[in-house]
């Protein structure tokens, strides 16, 4: 059997395969995402930080017979830029931090470093990870945002340039960025990772993300994040009995582009065997959506101190943002809190017998221009709710472009929930 | 009215009044606790990393001004040496990060530094806030231990060094040494206040605490943590109507003295007309400790990774507890988190007319010995279930060493929580 894709389009697994069965070494792989990163980094701009290739390669032959050894076979790794890297900058997309360097690795950095990856460089994030854009275009259409705040590392992936990359999300940064290029993007339940190193930004909301081109790509990446015994291990596609869905406009503004294609998802599920299920009223979680905003103003208020000193280094969205979050009383705080939690609660008490959510990942395809990243609401219910989230390229709108859908599992029932991505994964390519 | 304790005994609000009134200066103040560090530090040896007091004055006279202007006046702080400061080592109590240099300051302490407050110095932790001890010894008594991790913080502020000192609790590392040296400990309820700039231990249990000599103190620095608009505003003390007091023996290994001190506090509180109900059985909450070195342990070794490659420079506690966290499977970690989940939820709805919980806050006093820092088990049920506590003096054994006992509060319900440490504070001192 041949390799017919180009290598730097190969999958991490795909790509260890590859190299276990000779047909091609890690050295030419890592030689492909350069040639990659050279053709197209001008026009995408995913990186605030990189190695050269001879960098890159002089690593690699440092510890060669680490790396051939290692799970990961020297293979390169896309971080964002909110998360601490020992031996580059993390600057967090502002001017604040240029050239920041951290003294040490996050831990998840650490776990893959570990694994036999090497860290290409630092992907580009929003200002902070909130709203603020970097240069990073839409690699599916360069008119177009890449969302964020894991801009960078969603555009890397979905143009080849890495297999995976580290994200984060505190509102929809892993997922809507995902949704935009054409992405696979992970959100773990909260507390699901270690977030040392990890820039916090609001304490309730923050989660670890992966961004990848296949969900057995997410499994291993989670895997050694989690230091399972056998990180190779896939999951078998588990088809779900009964799927909740929400129609996008349940949440808040939603294109009809979105709407139909939930719909044609939905009938494909039903063709399945599936038992779809319609929530009938958004109305809580479109309360949610502000309550989520509600607990981000107010966290970001008091974890941006020196930050929110700086005014005239920071973006106008962003200050409005630290004023609203210092105008809050603390009983809005809680009361928002405690209306996740209850509506959370209730929520799965109701549909008890789902196996996920499906959702729509984005209002609709990347919207033109990049001075802005893109409406966060489709995340905001999920991510206050702190559970895991999936989400899914395939469908398109008639251009082409990737309209993202999102899987949501119950809180910590990460692997359940990736069992079922994978089992979605193809069936999103036939709709 | 003159001021008839030395300036350095004088708490933080006192201080701040004393200075408002004129009775003394805030350099006055500073000077008499560098003439009590200088005459106590080689015994106690709660600091890991200090200011001198030239450093320290000519940081003052840089900016009088503002200072005099401030909340805190220049008023000295102390700070754990897990969490980052911009201008001094943060080295975690381990040989590993000797002389690490964080770039910034954590959130909480910019936010106390914007308020006026100046670091003084960086108190001694256990190694990564477990349990190998550093050369701090308890102010109460010189050969016996001052209880962990937040050793120094504790020690400091019992020894009138410093009238407030940030520290961190993982299991029981705010609590324990606060009871051990006789000060008042406060630990927040998860998710808080931010940890931005806390080295994490472990992400589901670590909280953010504070050391003081009063409740009122304590309540001043929270206020500022959360940029509270009016930090000086004080709770009314409130008398609970109903308290749920646990035995030690309910929770694990208890020794007379203090099974003695909760009886004689119970019969005080029932004098004063508090409704007080024991708690019957301790079955649930012996568990909870079991599953709370569970959860810790398999996110320790998740969290501490450069460092658990380099077992030479760790303790024999750290490597087991290391190697345990590895060898526990995702299915026990998960079942132990619900399983806490679950009991906690249990408690309050079986308790739901209780206004708060109280417990002895360790085994009894400080263990003779510096090679331990005694036992953790009668924090680690609160803990793990992200409950708001306090721990207050007064209680001692028949040679007057401290018996500290904690009073446990509903998640979030801080505020609450320390209205009713108001109250109970003065009782303690005439049971």
Known sequence: MSIQVPLNQLGL?????????????????????????????????????????????????????????????????????????????????SPIHQGRRPGNDASCVALLRQAGGIVLGKTVTTEFAYFRPGKTANPRDLSRTPGGSSSGSAAAVADAMVPVALGSQTAASVIRPAAYCGAVGYVGSRAEFSLRGVQPLAQSLDSLGVLARSVEDVELIRAILLRQLDPLQRSVAVTPRRVLIVRGSCIGESEPDMEQAIERLAARLAQQGVDTLWLESGEELARIVARHQQIMAFEVARNLVEESARTEALSEP??????????????????????????????????????????????????????????????????????????????????????????????????????????????????
């Open 13 to 93: 697994r795909q790509a260890l395969q590859a190299i276990e069965s000779g047909e091609c070494t890690a050295i030419e792989i890592i030689n492909a995402c350069f040639d990659r990163i050279e053709a197209r980094e001008p026009q995408v701009g995913a990186w605030q930080y990189s190695l050269t290739r001879e960098e890159y390669l002089a690593q690699y032959e440092q510890r060669r017979f680490f790396f051939e050894q290692s799970l990961l076979k020297g293979l390169p790794l896309g971080i964002k830029d909110i998360i601490d890297t020992a031996d580059m900058p993390t600057e967090m997309g």
């Open 318 to 431: 962003l200050r409005e943002l630290i004023a609203n979050g210092l105008t809050l009383t603390r009983d809005q705080y809680l009361a928002a809190l405690q209306d996740v939690e209850t509506t959370r609660t209730a929520l799965w008490a109701q549909y008890a017998d789902v196996d996920a959510i499906l959702a729509p990942a984005a209002p609709g395809v990347a919207p033109s221009g990049l001075g802005k990243t893109g409406a966060p609401h489709m995340s905001r219910p999920w991510q206050a709710m702190g559970l895991p989230v999936v989400t899914l390229p395939g469908l398109t709108d008639a251009a082409g472009l990737p309209l993202g859908v999102q899987l949501i599992g119950r809180s910590r029932g990460d692997q359940a929930l990736l069992a079922l991505a994978h089992w979605l994964e193809p069936l999103l390519l036939q709709c």
